[in-house]
């Protein structure tokens, strides 16, 4: 199975902040790459698919970028409401794996 | 475009268990399904994909052999039939369409799992 190892596991920033998590597979996945965010209680929600492309009605503040085995998720000028955690997931071989999470805390 | 859980529940380990999703809003045979499940105070698991028809069915390596998803395309309905079940299969389910080839994000509010005696 692929290996999405994703980093840091937690950060601290303050709103208006520029943050960047990574995810490495471990092999290539081409672009078949999706970040989420999710908030305590809630389902998760797609912010990138395919590595770069931003799924609608999300904000151009996320941004993503990577191709291969190493992907980045940037957030430009984090809000409040961009305390979360934030999880990436290759979809480009069975069994599909999710990296382990970043918690993204108020510094 | 709405995705509804049930089936949830407490079941002792060893005994089976039954998941469904009730899709509403959209062409669902369209489009394949996943389950993803999340453990309490733990990240997200990958269970299960089911292809637009049926035909194909991908398991995690954790699930394969115990877990059996399937789909009525006349009802748009997404089941998942647990057996064998631990406690390690303690979590919240959400069926979900998603991924990269999708062109959409919908999940269910999750359906809570626990497996205890």
């Known amino acids: 199975a692929i290996q999405m190892t994703q980093s840091p596991s937690s950060l601290s920033a303050s709103v208006g902040d520029r943050v960047t998590i990574s995810c490495r597979a471990s092999?290539?996945?081409?672009?078949?790459l999706g970040w989420y965010q999710q908030k305590p209680g809630k389902a998760p929600k797609l912010l990138i698919y395919?590595?770069?492309t931003l799924q609608g009605g999300v904000p151009s503040r996320f941004s993503g970028s990577g191709s291969g085995t190493d992907f980045t998720l940037t957030i430009s000028s984090v809000l409040p409401e961009d305390f979360a955690t934030y999880y990436c997931?290759?979809?480009?071989?069975?069994?599909?794996?999710f990296g382990q999470g970043t918690k993204l805390e108020i510094k | 475009v709405q995705l509804v859980e049930s089936g949830g529940g407490v079941v002792q380990p060893g005994r089976s268990l039954g998941l469904s999703c009730a899709a509403s809003?959209?062409?669902?045979?369209?489009?394949?399904f996943h389950w993803v499940r999340q453990a309490p105070g733990k990240g997200l698991e990958w269970v299960s994909l089911?292809?637009?028809?049926?035909?194909?069915?991908y398991y995690a390596d954790s699930v394969k052999g115990r877990f059996t998803i399937s789909r009525d395309n006349s009802k748009n309905t997404l089941d998942l039939q647990m057996n064998s079940l631990t406690a390690e299969d303690t979590a919240v389910y959400y069926c979900?369409?998603?991924?990269?080839?999708?062109?959409?994000?919908?999940w269910g509010q999750g359906t809570t799992v626990i497996v205890s005696s």
């Open positions: 979900a369409l998603t991924g990269t080839y999708s062109g959409m994000d919908v």
């Open positions: 809003g959209f062409t669902f045979r369209g489009y394949a």
């Open positions: 089911i292809s637009y028809d049926g035909t194909k069915k």
């Open positions: 092999q290539d996945i081409g672009n078949d």
């Open positions: 395919a590595a770069s």
């Open positions: 997931l290759q979809d480009n071989n069975s069994p599909y794996t």
